[in-house]
């Protein structure tokens, strides 16, 4: 296929997954009318915080059904609209977590309704907490859909049941992921803090997450839920071999910790224009990444550790935590992380047991990968 | 039936329940232990928050699925199960919700999860979110798994479709319930005022709400999750008409009403030895009821409004909370409102289209209300 094709695929499958998506909010918004106008507009704003993404896990479902032989489309999009409805539910509550109010630049849940409340005279904790408690509220309305929309599809008796238990699957490893993620930014201490604290004991291991530590819970809160189970979802859908499944679900679990790693790169060396996003903020955050996880108990480290999280963070010293990560070969060992998962992902992609089509299907995935580390 | 035959069906369909939910928890645990210990502990504590309950909404469901005749208990059991990790998700989250550390005496996940963080040296603040970030995972486990539990029943087809169509009403509208009630505790403004505030135009009406919102609110929040769909499931599990459904999910959106008032009542004027609760509690956290509602706005109100809320509140003032009440004659309203939705309920029972053994079997439900209210 050239470029043209390919776009055209990918424009195909979006529209498909923006209908399911439409039909399933629309319905939710007429019954949430029937209960009271405030409810109708919280299923607005949950409407509008599921648009505009890039349907990531929409596209691994579909990709993968249709590469395998798959051509009920639609059913394929409701099963990638499930999974993009699971997503919304764990970033809405991931913000909750990380007191977050915005994301992708607009106000996310918390924030909308924490501005609706302090426009209104309510002091600004109190209106937090309020924003807060919608967002709990809105991502609890997402999580419990997310099973509906497999219902929807049409599918049922064994396939139905398998592809609820990749869901579960999906939903009980993120979960897994989210907690380690909670209990990481405990046992690095407050912001600020590079080394281990007494906070230690709280998780049962001591001192700064290692990179282990970290790769394993980016595997768990991101990498299954959002290539290795869509990918096996499709590929159960297209009625594909066991052996076909399980070969799509490492090459999904490799891609998705490479993907992960070059994020936590391009959070801190990316280049703004492209990534649309500051490469202070992961810094000013604190966010726990290999590149860090590396440097942490290096000699040269010491001189930064104390600005990590820090939420007045300058660009001068963002530029010098870059250049101790360099001279603590911390980029260089990430970069070489993410080129091995890439490998491994490719040589998953390999087996015989999947088609050409496969191959053909997500080489451009692995090489974008490739291609955004050195 | 005598008492004593009741106590045994009761015991009966208790043990019932609780071999499904130990199944269920059992099998979670065994998964999450490969996901490493934090996370089986995780599970573990979430067991803990789930036991120790009166199953209610379980019996409710297996008390009118026998009623009508069905026999299969473990299928009802399943189905019952369904609703009590649905009731585990929403106390879960409405802790969070309402920064609650403490439920039935002892701690819930979020204060257990802060007192980990605290004991390692974790500061108070942070601790606290901590235990909350855990409690929003931990809910949205309990939420998620509530749908498998009925795949688990057994129940297939149309069947189980109608049953996840109940879940999920369920779901859909106390989420709307726990919306007004974010919303009613910011329109109440700050702790401790009882009228109007500059927040009212949060939520777009003004000043505290109404009995006639109260009432809404109770019923989204409360009485269509654990009385009217529990009622309805096991109805539609024993296959009985949709009239019969019909008057079941009456009787229980009724009953239900009454309970919750009959619930504020006894938070307020009830005997400490009997509810096992402090009559301080509902005053102090300034809970919104029905009875507040009525006594709002009354010119004997004034001296003690601004007391409701107060965290430090005494006994003798909670005392004179009362006699206001009772000079407003809001505890007599409350009490001949909840008479009202008893009656309401009772009629429900006597329609012709349930049979005889439904009234046997809810008779002592709605004497119960009616014994508790003067």
Not at 115 to 120: E, K, L, P, V
Not at 165 to 192: I, K, Q, T, W
Not at 246 to 258: E, K, P, Q
């Amino acid at each position: 296929m050239d470029t043209h094709e390919l776009l055209a695929v990918s424009e195909r499958r979006h529209q498909q997954v923006e209908r399911v998506l439409a039909a399933f909010f629309s319905d939710s918004h007429y019954r949430a009318k029937a209960l009271g106008a405030p409810y109708a507009a919280l299923w607005e704003t949950l409407e509008r915080n599921t648009a505009g993404g890039k349907r990531f896990r929409p596209r691994m479902v579909m990709a993968a059904y249709e590469a395998l032989g798959g051509t009920d489309l639609d059913a394929a999009a409701h099963v990638g609209a499930a999974f993009e409805l699971l997503h919304t539910a764990l970033i809405v509550h991931d913000d909750v977590i990380d007191r977050d109010f915005v994301r992708r630049g607009g106000v996310n849940v918390s924030g909308r309704y924490r501005d609706i409340a302090t426009t209104a005279g309510i002091p600004l904790p109190d209106a937090e907490h309020r924003g807060m408690s919608v967002a709990i509220i809105a991502g609890d309305l997402a999580l419990f859909n997310a099973y509906r929309l497999i219902d929807r599809s049409g599918v049922d008796g064994i396939l139905r049941t398998r592809l609820h238990d990749l869901l579960d699957e999906a939903m009980f490893v993120s979960a897994a992921g989210e907690l380690y993620d909670v209990d990481f930014a405990l046992r690095s201490g407050l912001p600020g803090s590079g080394t281990g604290t007494a906070a230690d004991d709280a998780t049962g291991s001591p001192g700064s997450p290692t990179v282990d530590e970290i790769l394993e819970m980016e595997r768990l809160k991101t990498a299954v839920y959002s290539f290795e189970t869509p990918l096996q979802a499709g590929a159960v859908l297209a009625a594909a071999s066991p052996a076909a499944v399980a070969a799509l679900g490492t090459f999904g679990r490799n891609i998705g910790i490479a993907y992960q790693i070059v994020d936590d790169l391009l959070g801190v060396f990316g280049d703004e224009r492209d990534t649309g996003k500051t490469t202070l903020g992961d810094l000013r955050e604190g966010k726990r990444t290999v590149l860090l996880a590396h440097a942490v108990g290096r000699p040269e480290w010491g001189e930064v550790a104390g600005l990590i999280g820090s939420p007045e963070l300058t660009t001068a010293q963002a530029r010098r935590i870059r250049e101790v990560l360099e001279e603590t070969g911390s980029r260089r060992f990430a970069e070489a992380l993410a080129r091995d998962f890439a490998n491994r992902a490719w040589e998953a992609l390999v087996d015989p047991v999947l088609p050409e089509a496969v191959r053909e299907e997500f080489r451009p995935v692995v090489a974008s990968v490739l291609g955004r580390v050195r």
